[in-house]
């Protein structure tokens, strides 16, 4: 994928990035936790109606998500943001810190984070560090207002965080790629449609299958991202006379 200097870059990434790193997706195979579709335990009513069995979902993918490093997928993103600096952008949908651990720093996860807590109430206590886990009997804890603490993420039917950073940077990238994301849960699936709209967009996408919006794409490129994003980037510098090196 040739990417020109004048070229800004959006990224936006979901479950199938992490899958190499041993974190397992949504919708595939081994997609269901205990039988439940993460549809019906990552909602708001799920909460109000079984906030232990909640907490142990949470619980068990914190244990899960302390044991697993980072991929050549997460790598080759944060090599191509230190070639393109503030022309780079990554967007994630998931909520694991391999972004992070990997160098990623120009990026927002508009599903929260696994290791972050809240109230959840709207009170004054924002949202805070934490892994935490729930273990046999103990209680979920309290906020000092009264509140039961709850994962800061972004459940189903709750609204995604930083939209509105996002689509700025959409609306001014020149190249879109989506990275192992089945493209069935909005308003991320929608994204690439919305880049298309600035009408200079080249869209591209990484996985190992089509994704439900693959028409939305330019270009598909089938594989697993660990082995297809290192080896997909070409980037062209723009070595302009001001910065020619001295004869
Ligand atoms: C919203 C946090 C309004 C949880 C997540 C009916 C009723 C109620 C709601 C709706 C409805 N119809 C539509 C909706 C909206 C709903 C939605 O889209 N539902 C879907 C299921 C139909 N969306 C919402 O409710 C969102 N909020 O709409 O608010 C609004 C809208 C706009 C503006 C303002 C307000 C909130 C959605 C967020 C839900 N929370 N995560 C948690 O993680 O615990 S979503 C959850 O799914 C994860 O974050 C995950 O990242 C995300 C998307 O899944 P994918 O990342 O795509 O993962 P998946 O398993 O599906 O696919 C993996 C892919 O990887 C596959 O394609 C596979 O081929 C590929 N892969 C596998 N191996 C590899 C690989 N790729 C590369 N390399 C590999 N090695």
């Known amino acids: 994928m040739h990417i020109g200097p004048a070229d800004r870059v959006f990224v936006l990434t979901g479950a199938g990035i992490s899958a190499e790193s041993g974190l397992p997706t949504f919708r595939g195979p081994n997609g269901l936790w205990r039988g439940h579709r993460v549809e019906e335990v990552a909602s708001p009513i799920a909460w109000a109606r079984d906030a232990r069995l909640v907490w142990t979902f949470y619980s068990e993918r914190r244990r899960k998500h302390r044991t697993v490093e980072p991929n050549p997928g997460h790598h080759a993103l944060v090599q191509l ?11 994630t949908q998931n909520v694991d810190r391999l972004h992070e651990q990997a160098g990623s720093e120009r990026l927002v996860h508009m599903h929260g984070k696994i290791f972050q807590s809240r109230c959840e109430r709207e009170c004054s206590l924002p949202p805070f560090d934490d892994d935490w886990t729930l273990e046999g009997e103990a209680a979920i804890p309290r906020c000092p207002c009264g509140g039961r603490i709850r994962p800061h993420i972004c459940w189903f039917g709750e609204t995604p965080f930083e939209l509105e950073r996002i689509f700025a940077e959409l609306s001014r990238s020149t190249i879109f790629l989506a990275v192992g994301t089945s493209g069935v849960v909005e ?18 996408y990484v996985g190992p299958e089509e994704p439900a919006n693959a028409a939305s794409f330019d270009e598909v490129f089938l594989g697993p991202s660990g082995e297809v994003l290192p080896k997909l980037f070409r980037v062209e510098q723009d070595f302009s006379p001001a910065e020619k090196a001295p004869q």
């Open 81 to 91: 943001e230190g070639a393109l600096g503030e022309r780079f952008f990554l967007c």
């Open 187 to 204: 308003p991320a699936a929608s994204f690439v449609r919305f880049a298309r709209r600035n009408g200079r967009v080249r869209t591209f």
